[in-house]
């Protein structure tokens, strides 16, 4: 169809497929959405009331110091802590009311990129990176490696790789094994556990521009928890920025920015053009203060 | 118990608790850990059984686990079913020897070793070997994010990990023991009979005569239960591991103490319930 031909068509007489109606709804709703979720270990508040929507092919960085909660937050949205309260929707389904099977279902649309890999330390390479195909399709070896050769090579990894053991590569080769194994099975959301942790400047670059080839080649989201400023401003469209909860008032929101990488040196709040320029500030008196609170504490029992 | 702790900071005119407080709170906080682990560990095989009747194991995983808990645990039973039947034969010989009554020794040592000793010592030595590795393995999976990664793959991680395990240890542990059992009488035969030179006709006839077919299999029975205890503590342990080097540590020694203390308990129970049976049905028939 011409683009002139598209201006005359009446797309109201087209009746439309409720497959196509659906599309449309879920295109619309976002593919995350967290509504006040706290979680709690024993008696100590991790996360308190978050709420967050994360929209389809959104790119989204989680930063904040040690501690603050990033990766329990990361976890919960992957239905792998469960919250004490509130809930987490991915894609209009409450992962906190979907059966056992479901939920293994749902786990084939999410990636997770651990933080030191998490590779299976009596596999192979190639098995690693195999095992979720085996996991949920069934498909046949020639198809499995030729699949998992691509991975390997979209990552940057030599075919002599995939033969290897973990702990005979080195960190960087591990974190791209990694993100090869999350992205076998072409997942919606991809989730990131500090990716660039622990690697030179060069290979957590490297590790950049794979999850940017990532969003360019799959019509993926993203979410990539970080204290790395230069791959939050670097691979994503929005960042939001919690704080340890322990250190807040009672009414104090744990989300401190929530907006573009480019609004994070203009941001109201002192703590967090703080953390974006790495100044440390009042912190260390805080820390002292704290340790000094707790010793006290512990005095008293 | 964690989380029980005692404030200086009372409001005044409010007793600070006594001695006997302590004591009660450490006691009952015991008590109540104990209860929450045995519960724990009930949800942990419960959950293991239902995996196992409702999804078989890959075939890869099972074998691996079959080569590690049976192979690789061959030649550490071997020995010491040999050296329990040749202690065995050591330490009966002098006493048996004041009476007159050497000539049964194979009467003794086989009845012990394929009653108690063979399935015994053989489970404390593989709780050891198998429990411990065991714990060890998946205690460091649970560490290094494996155990999260196969959750956020698809798999279950009982399913994966446990299931596997609890089949090798349930099946080999039992063909470990009948090794053990036979090695000890082949090393009681010969440091019997060819060291301290009992004859060796009287040594069969006697053994032959005094272990029974229920003697041999109420000793492989237990080792079934023993191959289960084994393989759900220590897979238990595992999953309940502490992070680092030193948690890892932790879980494998946790595993082979309370593998430890479960097997002679339980070994302890079935006696009495075997002997019970056994005297309940043959019993009027037996006379020595």
Same mark, same amino acid.
């Given at each position: 169809?011409?683009?002139?031909?598209?201006?005359e068509?009446?797309f109201?007489?087209v009746?439309?497929?409720? !497959?196509?109606?659906? !599309?449309v709804?879920?295109?619309?709703?976002?593919? +995350? !959405? #967290?509504?006040g979720?706290? +979680?709690?270990? @024993?008696?100590?508040?991790?996360?308190?009331?978050?709420?967050?929507?994360i929209?389809?092919?959104?790119?989204?960085a989680?930063?904040?110091e040690?501690?603050?909660?990033?990766?329990?937050?990361?976890?919960?949205?992957?239905?792998?802590i469960?919250?004490?309260?509130?809930? &987490?929707?991915?894609?209009?389904? !409450?992962?906190?009311?979907?059966?056992?099977?479901?939920?293994?279902?749902? =786990?084939?649309?999410?990636?997770?990129?651990?933080q030191?890999?998490?590779?299976?330390d009596?596999?192979?390479?190639?098995?690693?990176?195999a095992?979720?195909?085996?996991?949920h399709?069934? $498909?046949?070896?020639s @198809?499995?490696?030729?699949?998992?050769?691509?991975?390997? *090579?979209?990552v940057g990894l030599? /075919? @002599?790789?995939?033969m290897?053991?973990?702990a005979?590569?080195?960190?960087?080769m591990?974190?791209?094994?990694?993100?090869?194994?999350?992205?076998?099975l072409?997942?919606?959301?991809? #989730?990131?556990?500090?990716?660039?942790?622990?690697?030179?400047?060069?290979?957590?670059?490297v590790?950049?521009?794979l999850?940017?080839?990532?969003? =360019?080649?799959? /019509?993926?989201?993203?979410v990539?928890?970080?204290?790395?400023?230069?791959?939050?401003?670097?691979?994503?469209?929005?960042?939001?920025?919690?704080?340890?909860?322990?250190?807040?008032?009672a009414?104090?929101?744990?989300?401190?920015?929530?907006?573009?990488?480019?609004?994070l040196?203009?941001?109201?709040?002192?703590?967090?053009?703080?953390?974006?320029?790495?100044?440390?500030?009042?912190?260390?008196?805080?820390?002292?203060r704290?340790t000094?609170?707790?010793?006290?504490?512990?005095?008293?029992? | 118990?964690?989380?029980?702790?005692?404030?200086?900071?009372l409001?005044?005119?409010?007793?600070?608790p006594?001695?006997l *407080?302590?004591?009660?709170?450490?006691?009952?906080?015991?008590?109540?850990d %104990?209860?929450?682990?045995? %519960?724990?560990?009930?949800i942990f095989?419960? =959950?293991?059984? +239902?995996?196992?009747?409702?999804?078989?194991?890959?075939?890869?995983?099972?074998?691996?686990?079959?080569?590690?808990?049976?192979?690789? *645990?061959? /030649?550490?039973?071997?020995?010491?079913?040999?050296?329990?039947?040749?202690?065995?034969a050591?330490?009966?010989? =002098?006493?048996?020897?004041?009476?007159?009554?050497?000539?049964?020794?194979?009467? &003794?040592?086989?009845?012990?070793?394929?009653?108690?000793?063979g399935? #015994?010592?053989?489970?404390?030595?593989? $709780?050891?070997?198998?429990?411990?590795?065991?714990?060890?393995?998946?205690?460091?999976?649970?560490?290094?994010?494996?155990?999260?990664?196969?959750?956020?793959?698809?798999?279950?991680?009982?399913?994966?990990?446990v299931v596997?395990?609890?089949?090798?240890?349930l099946?080999?542990?039992?063909?470990?023991?009948?090794?053990?059992?036979?090695m000890?009488?082949?090393?009681?035969?010969?440091?019997?009979?060819?060291?301290?030179?009992?004859?060796?006709? $009287?040594?069969?006839?006697?053994?032959?005569d005094?272990?029974t077919?229920?003697?041999?299999?109420s000793?492989?029975?237990k080792?079934?239960?023993?191959?289960?205890?084994?393989a759900? #503590?220590?897979?238990?342990?595992g999953?309940?591991?502490? $992070?680092?080097?030193?948690?890892?540590?932790?879980?494998?020694?946790?595993?082979?103490?309370?593998?430890?203390?479960?097997?002679?308990?339980?070994?302890?129970?079935?006696?009495?319930?075997?002997?019970?049976?056994?005297?309940?049905?043959?019993?009027? @028939?037996?006379?020595?």
């Amino acid at each position: 169809m011409t683009p002139d031909k598209a201006e005359e068509f009446d797309f109201q007489s087209v009746p439309l497929d409720p !497959d196509t109606l659906d !599309d449309v709804a879920k295109a619309d709703c976002p593919i +995350v !959405d #967290v509504r006040g979720v706290t +979680v709690r270990f @024993e008696s100590q508040t991790i996360l308190k009331e978050i709420d967050l929507q994360i929209q389809r092919g959104q790119t989204l960085a989680i930063i904040g110091e040690s501690g603050c909660g990033k990766t329990v937050l990361m976890k919960t949205i992957v239905g792998l802590i469960p919250p004490s309260e509130g809930t &987490v929707i991915f894609d209009g389904r !409450d992962l906190g009311r979907i059966s056992q099977q479901e939920m293994t279902r749902t =786990r084939r649309r999410f990636g997770f990129v651990f933080q030191n890999a998490a590779l299976f330390d009596s596999m192979n390479i190639f098995d690693n990176v195999a095992f979720p195909i085996l996991q949920h399709e069934k $498909a046949s070896d020639s @198809e499995i490696e030729g699949r998992v050769m691509e991975k390997l *090579s979209e990552v940057g990894l030599p /075919p @002599e790789a995939a033969m290897k053991f973990p702990a005979e590569i080195s960190g960087g080769m591990r974190k791209r094994v990694g993100l090869a194994r999350a992205l076998i099975l072409q997942p919606e959301l991809v #989730v990131y556990d500090e990716p660039t942790t622990g690697l030179d400047p060069i290979m957590s670059d490297v590790i950049n521009e794979l999850i940017l080839a990532t969003r =360019r080649n799959y /019509p993926v989201t993203s979410v990539v928890v970080t204290h790395d400023m230069r791959t939050a401003r670097k691979v994503a469209n929005r960042v939001v920025m919690l704080y340890p909860r322990r250190r807040l008032q009672a009414d104090q929101s744990q989300m401190l920015f929530d907006g573009s990488p480019s609004d994070l040196d203009h941001a109201d709040d002192r703590r967090v053009r703080q953390f974006v320029r790495g100044e440390a500030g009042e912190r260390i008196n805080e820390l002292i203060r704290e340790t000094a609170a707790i010793s006290q504490s512990n005095a008293g029992t | 118990m964690a989380g029980l702790t005692y404030r200086d900071d009372l409001p005044l005119g409010e007793k600070r608790p006594g001695k006997l *407080s302590h004591w009660v709170t450490d006691w009952g906080g015991m008590v109540v850990d %104990g209860v929450s682990t045995v %519960g724990d560990i009930t949800i942990f095989a419960y =959950r293991m059984f +239902v995996w196992m009747f409702t999804r078989r194991p890959a075939k890869g995983t099972l074998l691996t686990n079959f080569y590690h808990v049976g192979v690789l *645990s061959l /030649p550490v039973v071997a020995l010491t079913g040999t050296f329990i039947g040749m202690v065995l034969a050591v330490q009966s010989h =002098r006493q048996f020897a004041m009476i007159g009554m050497e000539n049964r020794l194979g009467a &003794v040592i086989n009845s012990s070793l394929v009653r108690e000793l063979g399935p #015994v010592l053989a489970a404390t030595m593989l $709780a050891g070997r198998v429990g411990s590795a065991i714990a060890a393995v998946i205690g460091t999976m649970r560490v290094t994010e494996q155990i999260e990664a196969l959750t956020t793959m698809g798999a279950d991680p009982i399913h994966y990990l446990v299931v596997p395990r609890f089949l090798a240890c349930l099946l080999l542990i039992p063909a470990l023991t009948i090794m053990a059992d036979f090695m000890g009488i082949v090393g009681g035969y010969f440091y019997s009979v060819i060291v301290l030179g009992i004859d060796h006709a $009287a040594y069969l006839q006697n053994s032959a005569d005094f272990v029974t077919g229920y003697d041999l299999f109420s000793g492989i029975l237990k080792s079934f239960f023993f191959g289960a205890i084994i393989a759900i #503590v220590s897979c238990y342990r595992g999953f309940n591991c502490q $992070a680092g080097a030193e948690g890892v540590g932790q879980a494998a020694t946790a595993a082979f103490v309370m593998s430890f203390v479960l097997i002679l308990g339980v070994d302890l129970v079935l006696n009495i319930l075997l002997d019970a049976f056994y005297y309940a049905v043959w019993a009027p @028939e037996t006379s020595l």
